[in-house]
Structure formats: C-alpha cells, structure tokens
C-alpha cells in the first residue's frame, strides 16, 4: 500500500499523480528522463502541472541501505524542505509517495510544482548566449548566477551533483531566478559553517565541465570574481585543480537536439 508525506498533503490527488506518471513513462509523452535508477515526467493531473521523479527499486543491497540511511526521495524532500524555510529557491515539493517494505522505503515518487518558463541553465545558456555579441548580459547573468551559488552554499546547502542541468533559470524583467533541482545527495550543514576547498573544487568542476562553450574561459574568470569566498584560497591553485577535475569529467551538458559531450582542453 502506497503511503503519501507530509501528512496533510492531498493523498488521493498524489496517487493520481504517480498513475499520471506510469502512463507518461509507458506513452513516452512527458518525459524528461528515462535512467537506470530514475524517471522524471512533467505531467498534468486534475488541471495542474507536476514534476514526478521516481525513484525506481535498485535490489536488495539498496535496499537494506534504509537500514543506515533515508531512502534519496526522503532526503530530497528534507533537503528541500530546508532550502524553503531558508527562502533558498528550488521548486516547491507538493507530495512523496513512497512504497513500504518491511519498515522500509521500496521506492518513491517525489511530486514537485511545475515551474513556469522554467528551462535547465545548460539549454538556457545554449538558446541565450550562442551569439558571441552577448558578451555584457553573459557577464550580468554569471553575476546573477554567482549570487545564487553563494546563497544556497552559504545557506549549508552542500550540493554534490552541481551541474548546469540541475539548475533552473527563469527569465524575468528584473533579470534572471535560479532554482536548484536534483538534491538527493545535497547535504545540510548550519547556515554559514566553513566551506571548504575541496568542496569549491569540486562544485567549480561540476559547473565548469557542464557549462557550453559559448561561455569563454574569461567569462569564467570572472564569474570567479564574483565569489569573494574564494579570496581564502591560492587562487591559481584552486582554477588549476577545477580545471584538472574538469578534464577527467569531459565537457557535458543537454542542449535541444541532446547531450553534449566533448574532450575538454
């Protein structure tokens, strides 16, 4: 039996939304992400708009994890949680559906709002920035974007997948919102704790090898201007080592026609 969290959220409607789901990933229509261990749809149930990540059952030997830890769509939903009442942006989570087995958590669905105009930074840098006589509002948007980061580390948001991909640009008047997806192994620490070097490396690699590259190398220096944490550091240290973390990764991001993956020298 299928059980729904936090308590006073709509059950019958997060039930629906998970059948909503299946029929998405068995049409094909919806799908953001079809993967070994996940599934993300973005759906319509009853006239309004979700995101459904599911978090399929990976065997016995992830399973019996429960047993030292919470299953990734509970530490989602916790971690987002946090970011909210730290007034960090990421999309709002409207429900989990999680099936139990034996006092454990089977498998999940984790139902957040859809975000409108909402596309991930790697898309949006690729539609925006492709024109290289963008050079000002590339430098503005990194700026923005510098912000952001510097709000949800300085938060005690430690995210360790900080790809382009699961970052959420919306376009406004006033400039661009960033929201941050995909946190189901972002770590929660005391707001304003010490970060530390090894942390700014390798979150710098993550956004550095996923970011296109109509970005140039000095936008990137610059964008590290804007992080005026990274004053503690050797700074030709810390871009040799992001660079050396970045090489081994390759450069890969998702544009419109698909992934992108490319040597990065």
């Not at 109509?214 to 992001?242: G, K, Y």
Request: proline content about 4%; glycine content about 8%; hydrophobic content about 40%.
């Amino acid at each position: 039996m299928l059980k729904t969290f936090p308590r006073d959220s709509d059950h019958e409607w997060l039930l629906r939304a998970v059948k909503v789901h299946r029929a998405a990933v068995k049409s094909g229509e919806g799908v953001l992400k079809d993967e070994h261990k996940t599934t993300i749809t973005r759906i319509l149930c009853d006239d309004r708009g979700a995101v459904v990540k599911h978090y399929r059952p990976m065997g016995l030997r992830s399973f019996l994890k429960g047993l030292f830890q919470r299953h990734p769509g509970e530490r989602s939903r916790g971690t987002a949680e946090v970011m909210r009442q730290r007034a960090i942006p990421t999309p709002e989570v409207l429900g989990l559906v999680v099936r139990p087995l034996l006092g454990l958590t089977a498998e999940s669905w984790l139902v957040t709002e859809t975000v409108e105009n909402a596309i991930e930074m790697d898309r949006y840098i690729l539609r925006r920035f492709g024109d290289p006589g963008t050079r000002l509002e590339r430098r503005e948007f990194l700026r923005k974007f510098a912000e952001a980061l510097r709000l949800l580390i300085g938060g005690g948001i430690r995210h360790n997948d900080l790809k382009t991909c699961n970052i959420l640009v919306v376009e406004e008047s006033a400039g661009w919102r960033f929201l941050f997806i995909d946190l189901d192994y972002a770590k929660v620490v005391e707001k304003g704790s010490s970060v530390a070097r090894e942390f700014w490396a390798q979150a710098l690699s993550h956004l550095n090898s996923s970011t296109p590259k109509c970005i140039s190398w000095t936008d990137r220096l610059h964008f590290l201007n804007e992080i005026p944490e990274l004053s503690a550091f050797d700074r030709r240290r810390l871009i040799a080592e992001v660079q050396e973390l970045s090489r081994r990764r390759g450069r890969v991001y998702i544009g419109d026609e698909g992934p992108v993956e490319l040597d990065l020298k």
